[in-house]
């Protein structure tokens, strides 16, 4: 079974659409994949983006493994300031982004692109060094082998500006220790489906955070046990 098809399909607990809340036509809305866990965090996610992101400049966003596409429909109605670049890996999630880009026509949304964020950042559709403003990723290190982890934070420290902010979002572990016991719980079941899946220690991102630039600057707890890590590129790597 491919790794990254079961990563995806996990990760967005796929639904069908509630068709009798969309108008419009079926061609977008037969693609447009739900995921239930996308619709209750993405408020909370988004409050912590406003309180980071002021600017009202225009500025450029890379959202790294966007799922179903909810999350980045959802920030850039609330940033009509922000370019936002959605990506994935998975054909389908590559399918309902694009649906749900062309159901809402924001014009500052880009169409998405093929990313696979183990291989080296040269291959992230053409990005170049120094090009973002903002990097969001959500739900991905705990369900995606380390390599993705890796590969994410040398490539952020290649293409975030000097003074750039990376998001991260999910459930993590602290100093070697996972609370409360459902995140172990979860954890546990993580490894059992994939030994190369688990929360990812939060000392480890720090360090792997350093040696590519980028200083943890705020740790923020959010609903359902899960936290919001933000980086900041304080240097050139």
């Keep these: 079974m491919n790794l990254f098809w079961t990563f995806s399909q996990f990760r967005n607990g796929f639904e069908s659409p509630n068709f009798g809340a969309f108008k419009g036509s079926c061609r977008w809305m037969c693609k447009m994949l739900n995921a239930a866990a996308a619709d209750r965090n993405k408020d909370p996610i988004l409050a912590v983006l406003k309180s980071r992101v002021t600017s009202d400049r225009h500025l450029m966003a890379l959202e790294i493994s966007s799922g179903t596409g ?3 429909i959802h920030f850039a109605k609330a940033f009509p300031n922000i370019t936002w670049q959605p990506s994935e890996f998975e054909a389908q999630s590559l399918s309902s982004i694009e649906a749900y880009r062309q159901y ?3 014009q500052n949304v880009k169409p998405p692109i093929y990313l696979d964020v183990s291989q080296s950042w040269e291959t992230w559709g053409g990005f170049q060094a120094e ?7 959500i739900n991905m290190m705990h369900i995606s082998p ?3 982890t890796m590969g994410l934070f040398h490539a952020v420290g290649k293409i975030l500006k000097r003074q750039g902010l990376l998001l991260t979002y999910g459930p993590y572990a602290f100093k070697g220790s996972i609370t409360p016991q459902s995140n172990v719980d979860f954890d546990q079941s993580l490894r059992y489906r994939n030994p190369e899946w688990g929360l990812r220690d939060v000392s480890f991102l720090k360090k792997l955070g350093q040696e590519n630039g980028l200083r943890l600057e705020e740790i923020v707890d959010m609903p359902a046990n899960n936290q919001c890590l933000l980086f900041l590129k304080d240097s050139v790597v």
């Design 70 to 72: 909810q999350h980045v």
């Design 104 to 106: 809402h026509r924001l």
């Design 131 to 137: 090009s973002c403003d903002l990097v969001v990723n």
């Design 146 to 148: 380390l390599s993705c």
